[in-house]
């Protein structure tokens, strides 16, 4: 199975700061992986699939960038609503695998 | 508007299975894949494998093989998940959610197993 690995784990920031998650995958899974928003009690939201494509809807401080086996979630200006669990997942290859998570806090 | 709507939260006891169903609406049910995924409480994210609906192809994770069975109902949209031979550590949240990839998701049902 692809292992997805996610950095940092856990991450405080401020509103208005810039932040980068990174995923990085155990082999290449050219641009399949997807990102995702999860708040507390809720469903994951779709944010970015084709590594870079945005899904509707989702603000233009979301980025996302990579290929082959390194990607990052970059969140260009913190708002409060960003506070979250960020997870990356892979779907080049079966088992599709996820992330551990990114959970991002308020500092 | 795209839509996933799942069945409510179950109360089970090791040992059995449970049904999950998962009704789609906002779109053509037969012309897209529909996944599962768990969250078990405090973890991340596993997904569990997928169903085509138009043809009830299906692929599981490995790890669920003779264990799960996913299947559709094209007439009235659903998608269900069953679990079989429980455990407790299959106590989580079960989400469906819609290829591709996983562009909408339902609200989830939790699955409890308890003796």
């Known amino acids: 199975d692809i292992q997805m690995t996610q950095s940092p784990s856990s991450l405080s920031a401020s509103v208005g700061d810039r932040v980068t998650i990174t995923c990085r995958a155990s082999q290449g899974i050219s641009n399949y992986l997807a990102w995702f928003q999860q708040k507390p009690g809720k469903a994951p939201k779709s944010l970015i699939y084709?590594?870079?494509s945005f899904q509707s809807g989702v603000p233009s401080r979301f980025r996302g960038s990579g290929s082959g086996t390194d990607f990052t979630l970059t969140i260009s200006s913190l708002q409060p609503e960003d506070f979250a669990t960020y997870y990356c997942q892979q779907y080049n290859t079966y088992p599709f695998t996820f992330g551990q998570g990114t959970k991002l806090e308020i500092k | 508007q795209v839509q996933l709507v799942q069945s409510g939260a179950e109360v089970t006891k090791p040992g059995a299975s449970v049904k999950v169903s998962c009704k789609a609406s906002g779109y053509t049910f037969t012309d897209y894949y529909i996944h599962w995924v768990r969250q078990a409480p405090g973890q991340g994210l596993e997904w569990m494998g997928w169903i085509k609906p138009n043809s009830g192809g299906t692929n599981y994770v490995q790890k669920f093989q003779g264990r799960v069975s996913m299947t559709s109902d094209t007439s009235i949209s659903t998608a269900y998940m069953e679990l079989s031979r429980l455990t407790t550590d299959d106590t989580a949240v079960y989400y469906c959610a819609r290829d591709s990839p996983l562009s909408y998701w339902g609200q989830g049902t939790l699955v409890t197993v308890s003796s």
């Open positions: 084709g590594a870079s």
